[in-house]
């Protein structure tokens, strides 16, 4: 699995790789990626069968040593690499794949989960206690990766993403894994590189997270001094601009990249 934590000034690489090296130990993967379904457009809401049974799915050729396997063996094994190199077949998310993954959400995680936000996904989330949108919107250029940039001019100091607004909690790690594991292919890939870990609280645990609108495809700046929101602490969930950003420019955040043996 690779994970991402949205990096603060002032939080410690050390304490997260601890925290998702356990994290890696305790999940006890198990899947098998050699007959999913590889098209995200084979998929559609109607669809209710599930791909797997409590920890396992039922698929034939199952890893002898599945259960053995390293978050970034389970992201090699799944080709997300070269998938998430192509860039042309990471297109934008459907309204179509954002309700698939809902609807996975509450089947495989919490069925009492509502998504009842009132702006759609392919838009983001009510921002700010509003029906409107924050103040983005998704693109893919031809030849760039997907990603966010500013619907309006934006001021140094305003809020642009409050994570707390748009993001799904995992209970634990096993609520992710059976979310991971009832997705095709290319969503396993995407959903493992938009999941990030958070501390609802300074004292808290972890929790897994994740983001089922286009608030997921923000991406990393190259140098973390390029970003252009972040948040002000390690616990934060909102994101402000750290300084003026223009319309149509690409909202940029800064990521540490957490991998596990």
Same mark, same amino acid.
């Given at each position: ?36 379904? *590889? ?5 559609? +809401? ?14 034939? !050729?199952?890893?002898?040593?599945? *259960?053995?396997?390293?978050? *970034? $063996? ?5 080709? #997300? ?14 309204l179509e794949q954002w309700l ?6 509450? $089947? ?7 998504? =009842? ?6 838009l983001g989330y009510a921002f700010? !206690? ?22 309006? *001019? ?7 993403? =409050? ?8 209970? =634990? ?15 396993? #890939? ?18 897994? #997270?994740?983001?089922? !609108? ?13 970003? !252009? ?14 300084? =003026? +950003?223009?319309?149509?420019?690409? +909202? ?10």
């Amino acid at each position: 699995m690779i994970m991402y934590s949205h990096n603060s000034l002032d939080e410690t690489l050390a304490k997260i790789m601890m925290f998702t090296t356990c994290l890696f130990l305790a999940a006890r993967i198990s899947f098998d990626g050699d007959a999913v379904i *590889d098209e995200f457009k084979h998929y559609s +809401i109607g669809i209710p069968e599930p791909l797997f049974d409590q920890t396992r799915r039922l698929r034939k !050729n199952t890893p002898a040593i599945y *259960d053995s396997y390293s978050f *970034d $063996e389970i992201y090699n094994h799944f080709e #997300c690499k070269a998938y998430a190199a192509d860039k042309s077949s990471r297109p934008v998310p459907s309204l179509e794949q954002w309700l698939f993954l809902r609807k996975q959400y509450r $089947e495989f995680v919490d069925e009492t989960a509502s998504f =009842d936000d009132l702006v759609s996904p392919t838009l983001g989330y009510a921002f700010g !206690n509003t029906e409107e949108p924050p103040p983005f919107y998704a693109m893919k250029s031809p030849g760039k990766e997907r990603s966010l940039y500013a619907s309006r *001019d934006i001021k140094k100091g305003e809020i642009v993403h =409050d994570t707390t607004a748009s993001e799904t909690l995992f209970p =634990d790690v096993y609520a992710y894994r059976r979310f991971i594991l009832s997705l095709p292919k290319n969503m396993v #890939c995407d959903v493992m590189d938009w999941a990030w870990t958070r501390k609802l609280n300074e004292n808290g645990p972890d929790y897994v #997270c994740l983001g089922i !609108n286009i608030s997921s495809l923000i991406r990393t700046a190259d140098k973390e001094l390029n970003a !252009n929101v972040r948040p002000e602490t390690n616990i934060s969930s909102i994101f402000y601009a750290t300084r =003026d +950003i223009q319309k149509d420019e690409e +909202i940029l955040t800064h990521f540490i990249r957490l991998n596990a043996e």
